[in-house]
């Protein structure tokens, strides 16, 4: 299983990192992707490392931290996301949950990424929350028939989904596709599975029978689980097929 959407680098896991990652690796789990809150977020990265875990890295600011984005913003996002260690520009997106008093930031933010994710030609990672209309709006204006990517967490409807696909993304699929009453499941039971891929967002949105613990890669086999349940798969179907869309969306 590759979990393409963790930030298993941040402090939450200093103190037992290497027990995580060995039950990452019990679980079946052999690529974590780690986006991104800020620049700062790649120093942190560096540090990780597992003889049996393949760590990749991607460069961006989340929209909940770009209140000021620096003048030379986009100057530094790509140069940043040019290196070749560097396989995915964000999390980016639009999150009008807990504020928005910054939209025109988040909006201004998301634009520059896409631009960039153009140019290096490397997938986004899109964040969204409450922001829906917006967000699918600027990724189809942006769009040029070049860039890809991944509705990260996603839980929009039917319609929102196969509009994210028609231009070119794939759908994030983490722990709210099993909470009970979310009604995800029915909604990602109606959407194409090879354009799905398994993440986790460790250390947050546990799935069940996980919820209110910090999350981690090796639950994402829950996730999994819940794919192989609605699409009538074995697990290990869900496992080969989420892999090999992760792998060729990220060239790896």
């Known amino acids: 299983?590759?979990?393409?959407?963790?930030?298993?680098?941040?402090?939450?896991?200093?103190?037992?990192?290497?027990?995580?990652?060995?039950?990452?690796?019990?679980?079946?789990?052999?690529?974590?992707?780690?986006?991104?809150?800020?620049?700062?977020?790649?120093?942190?990265?560096?540090?990780?490392?597992?003889?049996?875990?393949?760590?990749?890295k991607m460069a961006g600011i989340h929209p909940c931290d770009v209140e000021s984005l620096p003048d030379d913003f986009e100057e530094q996002l790509f140069g940043l996301c040019s290196k070749e260690?560097?396989?995915?520009?964000?999390?980016?997106g639009l999150d009008y949950y807990w504020s928005t008093d910054h939209v025109e930031e988040q909006k201004l933010s998301l634009r520059l990424h896409c631009k960039v994710a153009k140019q290096v030609q490397k997938p986004i990672i899109i964040h969204n929350r409450e922001s829906t209309d917006d967000v699918l709006d600027i990724l189809e204006e942006e769009q040029d028939g070049s860039m890809t990517g991944i509705w990260h967490c996603f839980n929009g409807?039917?319609?929102?989904?196969?509009?994210?696909?028609?231009?070119?993304?794939?759908?994030?699929?983490?722990?709210?596709?099993?909470?009970?009453?979310?009604?995800?499941?029915?909604?990602?039971?109606?959407?194409?599975?090879?354009?799905?891929?398994?993440?986790?967002?460790a250390p947050y949105l546990s799935p069940t029978p996980k919820r209110g613990k910090r999350n981690e890669p090796a639950f994402m086999k829950y996730t999994a689980q819940k794919l192989a349940d609605i699409f009538d798969l074995s697990l290990e179907e869900i496992d080969a097929k989420t892999t090999e869309t992760a792998k060729r969306l990220f060239g790896i």
């Open 1 to 56: 299983m590759i979990d393409t959407h963790s930030h298993i680098y941040l402090p939450k896991f200093d103190e037992d990192r290497d027990a995580v990652n060995q039950r990452a690796v019990e679980a079946g789990v052999k690529a974590i992707f780690m986006p991104a809150i800020d620049f700062d977020s790649l120093g942190q990265m560096d540090k990780l490392s597992h003889s049996e875990i393949d760590f990749y």
């Open 85 to 92: 260690d560097i396989y995915g520009v964000g999390e980016t």
């Open 157 to 201: 409807t039917v319609e929102e989904g196969k509009r994210a696909i028609g231009f070119g993304f794939h759908l994030g699929i983490g722990g709210v596709v099993t909470f009970k009453n979310g009604g995800v499941d029915t909604t990602v039971a109606q959407l194409p599975l090879e354009k799905m891929v398994l993440e986790t967002d």
